[in-house]
C-alpha cells in the first residue's frame, strides 16, 4: 500500500449533531487505517469544557480513536477556536499528539505549515483580543476551575454568542489576511500551507518572494457530507464520506 496522510479539520462534533458523528466514526473505522498519519487541524468538537466532561459523544470518539492508534496510525492534533481546552489527559485516552498552534511538516519532499487557521484572521481584531486572553495560563485554570455543570452552561451561552458574532460581521473580516498569511508563511520558510476555520475549502496559489506558493483550505463537516484531503506521493485529492 502506498503511504497516505490525511488532513481533516472543523467537523464540530456535539451531542446534537449526530450525522456529523456517525460520519467520523465510520472515517476512523473505515478510511483512517489506511492512513500513515492522520492530522485533524482544529475544532473536531464543537465545544470542549475540559477533558472531565463525559457528555455523549465524547466517550465513543476517545474509544474509537484510541483503536486507531492503537492499530498503528499516528493521530495530530491542533487545538482550534471551539476546542482549545483539550488538553493532555485527553490526548493520553486517545493516543493522539497534540500540535502547537504552527507545524511544519515533511509532506513527500515538500515542506508544509499546518495550523487551524484562526491566527491568520487578523482582521477581525475583538476575536483576536479574545484568544489572546483565553490562552493564557491563568484564564484557562480559572475556567477549568468551575464545575462541570457551569461549564456546560457557559459552553452553550459561548455557541450562541459566537453565532451572533458571525452575523453582525462581514464575511471578509473572518475571512484570512492575506498579507497576513504570506508573512506567516515567509516566517516558517514555506511555499506551502494547509488549514481550516474559515469553513471556505478552495486551493490558492499566489507568489511569495517570486516563488510559487499554495495554500490549501480544508472543508468543514456537515451532516449529508464531508471531505479528507488525501496526501500520497502522486499527490493530493479531496475523498468523500
Keep these: 500500500m502506498p503511504r497516505e496522510i490525511h488532513f481533516i479539520s472543523d467537523l464540530h462534533i456535539s451531542l446534537e449533531k449526530t450525522g456529523i458523528t456517525k460520519r467520523f466514526l465510520s472515517y476512523l473505522e473505515q478510511h483512517a487505517p489506511r492512513a500513515e ?60 499528539n497534540m500540535l502547537g ?3 511544519v511538516i515533511d509532506l513527500f519532499g515538500t515542506p508544509t505549515l499546518l495550523t487551524h487557521g484562526d491566527l491568520l484572521c487578523t482582521d477581525d481584531l475583538p476575536y483576536q483580543a479574545f484568544r489572546e486572553k483565553s490562552h493564557t495560563p491563568e484564564w484557562q485554570q480559572n475556567v477549568l476551575s468551575k464545575p462541570l455543570w457551569l461549564r456546560l452552561i457557559a459552553a452553550r451561552w459561548y455557541r450562541l454568542r459566537s453565532h451572533f458574532h458571525k452575523r453582525g460581521k462581514t464575511q471578509d473580516i473572518m475571512d484570512v489576511n492575506r498579507q497576513t498569511v504570506i508573512d506567516t508563511m515567509r516566517e516558517h520558510g514555506v511555499l506551502q500551507l494547509i488549514h481550516g476555520h474559515t469553513h471556505r475549502p478552495a486551493i490558492h496559489e499566489f507568489e511569495i518572494d517570486g516563488q510559487k506558493a499554495k495554500r490549501f483550505v480544508l472543508p468543514d463537516w456537515k451532516k449529508n457530507s464531508a471531505q479528507v484531503l488525501c496526501w500520497t506521493e502522486q499527490g493530493h485529492r ?3 464520506i
Excluded at 41 to 58: E, M, Q, R, S, Y
Design 37 to 96: 498519519a492522520v492530522y485533524i487541524l482544529g475544532d473536531l468538537f464543537d465545544a470542549w469544557i475540559g477533558d472531565d466532561d463525559p457528555t455523549p459523544p465524547n466517550a465513543k470518539i476517545k474509544r474509537q480513536l484510541k483503536h486507531l492508534t492503537s492499530s498503528g496510525t499516528q493521530v495530530y492534533l491542533q487545538q482550534g477556536n471551539r476546542d482549545f481546552l483539550l488538553g493532555q489527559r485527553f490526548c493520553t485516552e486517545t493516543g493522539v
Design 101 to 103: 498552534d504552527y507545524a
Design 238 to 240: 479531496l475523498e468523500a
